[in-house]
């Protein structure tokens, strides 16, 4: 019987992506689409926008600093 105290858990998914959100505007289900709207120290911050209306329908914040480091020692 193999133990699993001694293996590392790994994620599952690296980052989920929306594909298609509640819009209130259009009162279904629509596709959506991501804008970045900051780049910050700690990473990155969106929002998902209906695709059809462009009402804001949700965000996300990711960890990834990297650009913003890499923009800094670019200067």
Same mark, same amino acid.
């Given at each position: 019987?193999? =133990?699993?105290?001694?293996?590392?858990?790994?994620?599952?998914?690296?980052?989920?992506?929306?594909?298609? @959100?509640?819009?209130?505007?259009?009162?279904?289900?629509?596709?959506? %689409?991501? $804008?970045?709207?900051? @780049?910050?120290? =700690?990473? $990155?911050?969106?929002?998902? %926008?209906?695709?059809?209306?462009?009402? %804001?329908?949700?965000?996300?914040?990711?960890?990834?600093?990297?650009?913003? $480091?890499?923009?800094?020692?670019?200067?």
């Amino acid at each position: 019987m193999a =133990s699993f105290l001694g293996m590392k858990r790994r994620p599952q998914f690296d980052q989920l992506e929306a594909a298609e @959100l509640y819009c209130p505007r259009c009162k279904s289900a629509k596709p959506v %689409r991501k $804008h970045l709207l900051l @780049l910050l120290p =700690s990473g $990155h911050k969106y929002e998902y %926008r209906c695709a059809e209306c462009a009402t %804001r329908v949700g965000a996300k914040d990711d960890n990834d600093a990297a650009e913003f $480091h890499s923009i800094l020692l670019n200067r």
